[in-house]
């Protein structure tokens, strides 16, 4: 850009009144010359001006509130790295002492001081973890009976999450699902039993379904997997994607048997930094017993006055959020747990009924198992209607919220659905300026004349693929 210098510019030149502002960000190539960190900084955060504020981010089950105490204590360790043990071995102790606790919270029957488990960037390499020391387990097996062991596969329902995909593709496992439909949008468990055999690794229930926010019957699928197991000889684990569910159902669904007290669960993943209420990148593995856990997978530390087993895809990663979710154990305890996962409960449950009462939606599940849940257009309305799920999208989108129209997976694809994850930080106030927000952009739509693109679209694609359900 063009611009005659009045002065050359030096420390007392403002931000706005420097050069740089008036250039181009690097895309390609890094800079030649210095630029002050004042302006520097300025340009780093314009480019994430037009983005949208986390908290109204209600795509993401990532955590977006954490109180002033958590983030100053994860500020103070920005500059930690957790892998050097030897430097920050509290930093270990307190990382060992979170997965006991999740041990604990998830019924473990292991007896030793330091539960069999793992930190990870997320539930993405907790889930990998889990699924590889299964595949190990499996692989050792077959070695020992001498049979091959070539041709793995695990099993789960087709409302899997994308890491099982990275997974299977990544260590070459056949990936086998069962396909939901409308009316059993979790796992089929007598559908997965028949496509399990001999080389099933393990099968992989979820608790807190990402499509839908149900959750699998991990408890009818232990029962029927024993007796199938004892049938057959094969000895087929559970491995549970609790990515949301496990800080869910401990607090909220005590009662309900889907961890550790069920015989085949043998490792748990989730995610601390969904509902175990940290900032992003932080996932748990945990497993029933450290005899699950191959050798080949864990080394252990013995400078921390007990062995200390360590297992990871990463090595160097971020301590900050490892102090981030022990402040949260000490900080909120049981009872605050329970409060928060009541509180975006009670907030999800809201919403719910709000949209539930609006003419033009119909809730996908009429009873919510976790704090977050799917609608989609009434059927009725959708066939005089001039607009979709989209188009409410961007309207939401313009006054800041992000609120996701998205398909169901195979099987479901023609049914676009909305979602909403409430999580900490989502008020009853701000959910009252979501509804009214979107009752405003459904009385625009409804005076439209002409049907939106999205609409058109739409029934190009639902004239080719379909109808999927019966209304
Ligand atoms: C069921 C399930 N599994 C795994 C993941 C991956 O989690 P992360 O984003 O923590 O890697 C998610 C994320 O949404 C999920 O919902």
Redesign the pocket.
């Known amino acids: 850009m063009n611009r005659e210098k009045l002065s050359k510019d030096d420390a007392t030149t403002a931000v706005f009144g420097s050069e740089q502002m008036l250039q181009s960000a690097p895309t390609e190539f890094i800079p030649q010359h210095k630029t002050t960190p004042e302006i520097a900084y300025q340009m780093v955060k314009e480019e994430t001006y037009p983005q949208t504020q986390p908290r109204l981010n209600l795509a993401t089950?990532?955590t977006t509130y954490m109180d002033d105490y958590a983030t100053r204590l994860m500020n103070e360790a920005i500059n930690v790295n957790y892998i050097d043990e030897t430097e920050y071995p509290r930093v270990a102790v307190m990382c060992g002492r979170c997965i006991n606790i999740l041990a604990n919270l998830w019924h473990s029957p292991e007896k030793a001081q330091w539960k069999a488990g793992a930190v990870g960037i997320?539930?993405?390499?907790a889930?990998m973890l889990g699924g590889v020391a299964a595949w190990l387990r499996w692989r050792e097996r077959r070695k020992a009976q001498g049979k091959p062991y070539d041709k793995p596969n695990l099993v789960m329902s087709s409302a899997y999450?994308v890491?099982w995909e990275k997974f299977c593709q990544l260590w070459q496992i056949e990936l086998r699902t069962v396909p939901v439909s409308f009316d059993k949008p979790t796992l089929d468990v007598k559908k997965a039993l028949e496509i399990c055999d001999e080389n099933t690794i393990c099968i992989v229930p979820?608790a807190?379904?990402?499509w839908t926010g149900l959750n699998d019957n991990v408890e009818e699928l232990d029962r029927e997997l024993d007796a199938y197991n004892r049938k057959t000889g094969y000895e087929i684990p559970i491995h549970v994607?609790a990515?949301?569910g496990g800080f869910i159902l401990p607090f909220l669904k005590p009662e309900e048997k889907w961890d550790f007290r069920l015989k085949w669960v043998l490792s748990i993943s989730t995610?601390g930094?969904?509902y175990g209420l940290v900032y992003p990148?932080l996932?748990w593995t945990v497993w029933r017993d450290k005899k699950y856990l191959p050798g080949d997978m864990s080394f252990s530390v013995n400078y921390l006055g007990a062995n200390i087993t360590q297992v990871g895809l990463n090595f160097s990663r971020p301590a900050a959020q490892i102090l981030g979710q022990y402040y949260n154990f000490i900080r909120l305890g049981f009872d605050g747990y329970r409060e928060i996962q009541q509180s975006s409960m009670d907030v999800a449950q809201y919403c719910h009924d709000e949209i539930g009462k609006m003419k033009c939606f119909r809730n996908y599940a009429d009873k919510l198992v976790n704090p977050l849940f799917i609608w989609y257009m009434d059927p009725e309305y959708d066939k005089t209607a001039k607009w979709t799920l989209y188009d409410l999208q961007a309207t939401l989108q313009q006054s800041g919220w992000m609120v996701p129209a998205y398909t169901l997976p195979k099987n479901l694809e023609n049914i676009v659905v909305m979602r909403i994850v409430a999580r900490q930080g989502m008020s009853r106030d701000m959910a009252d300026m979501l509804l009214s927000d979107i009752r405003n952009a459904v009385a625009e739509f409804e005076t439209l004349q002409y049907p939106t693109q999205s609409r058109l679209k739409y029934e190009k694609q639902e004239h080719q693929l379909g109808k999927v359900f019966t209304h």
């Open positions: 089950f990532v997320g539930s993405s390499e889930c999450q890491v979820i807190g379904v990402t994607d990515a949301s995610s930094h969904k990148g996932g």
